[in-house]
């Protein structure tokens, strides 16, 4: 059966055992994903995941079911889960089915051109982009990985309030890290870029720049252990900047995780410093004009000029405190549980060149890649150790890569000791449940650095 004669079955079914306020929430994605290796397709996946969730309040307490099936068994199946789970629920706040927003902002996040792109269009591309990768450097011994990955979702959230929301997204995702060798030593480049432009996608500069970042990394030398201003490299920072979001959810300041809490309207950095939330970001992956509750996404700020502005909130977390929520109620799938997220935030950029940046600094460091951050970053006390790549400055001017190296202080310090921030804002391509984040590059007044 269709959407919409489910929905009107299971809230008849569910009156009928007792429920009151209930909300479906049905999600469907289509993804697709290739890889390439010398010429040749190495692993090639077409899928498609469907599911819807139910949510009801039964004797005042919420309970939750889901189902990836819309026929008659699922209804039942549906209203006994969630009849049965109810009963175990003992949150101090009760969660609540939303009526709707007053005004929702339209976003158009699905790309007509990008879903008349052929999978054949997107293999030819990979080939493309493998030819220029190994005509540009003699040097080039082959792809650690090489992937294309391209998704269309589909989302809605129907509730008995009267509550009708649907949304449609797609995007494309470019994965290349190529392989350089020079006698003894190996060293990659990586380069990733989601988008809905496929034409922006040129394959002679997707190779120029993975080729040229594995080359950087060649006859790396080793540097003093000391305390250098550090340039985070706009993808070291936006990796950085993601490990840590979470301090700005007040579910975690809530729940002790956070030593933001009871810190909004005081500032928590330099005033040069402003971070937003923008769920309306033309290019951003999780864009979307409601969150997973129905509620009404807005841009916001969340740092201005130094100062913390707001937390992130869902309506749990907004009822603990008497405010409104802020629409960063998420679910990671129609299956996981309401939690709090961004949607696509990042720190605003000046009008400062990366190369400027660089030429600003005496002696110091750029770090251009961050590896083991969740264990090496502790998002409680804002403490983090954590291994490096990168290069050696000297005068204004980068002199060699530097040999492994780690990187360590504290994020809450960090803030407050940020001495410019670049005009290159890029996004990280990690763990997306904690948002699509993206920052500028950031120059540090000083990090304890160790060179192996």
Known sequence: MNLQEFKEKLFHLGEQHGFTDMELYYEREEKFACELYKGKIDSYDTSEVFGTSFRGLYEGKMGYAFTEKLDEESLSFLIE???ENAQFIEDEVQEEIFAGSEKYEEGNFYSTNLADV???EKINLLKEIEKHIYAY????TGTDYFMLSSGETKRAIMNSKGLNLREKKNHVGIYVSVIVKQGDQVKNGEYSKFTRNFSILKPEEIAKHAVEEALSQLDAQSAESKNYPVLLRNDAASALLQTFTPIFSAENTQK???ALNGKTGEAISVPSLSIVDDPFLEEGLLSSSFDSEGVATVKKDIVKSGKLVSLMH?????QKEGVESTGNAYKASYKGALTVAPTN??????DKSYHEIVSSISEGIVITELSGLHSGANTVSGDFSIAANGYFVKDGKIKNAINQMTIAGNFYELLNNIEAIGSDLEFSMGFMASGYIGSPSLLIKKLAVTVE
Not at 314 to 318: I, P
Not at 345 to 350: G, I, R, Y
């Open 81 to 83: 889960n969630a009849k």
């Open 137 to 140: 450097d003699e040097r080039v």
């Open 345 to 350: 935030l990042h720190v605003v950029p000046s």
């Open 314 to 318: 869902n309506r749990k977390t907004a």
């Open 118 to 120: 052929s999978i054949h």
């Open 256 to 258: 002790g995780q956070s």
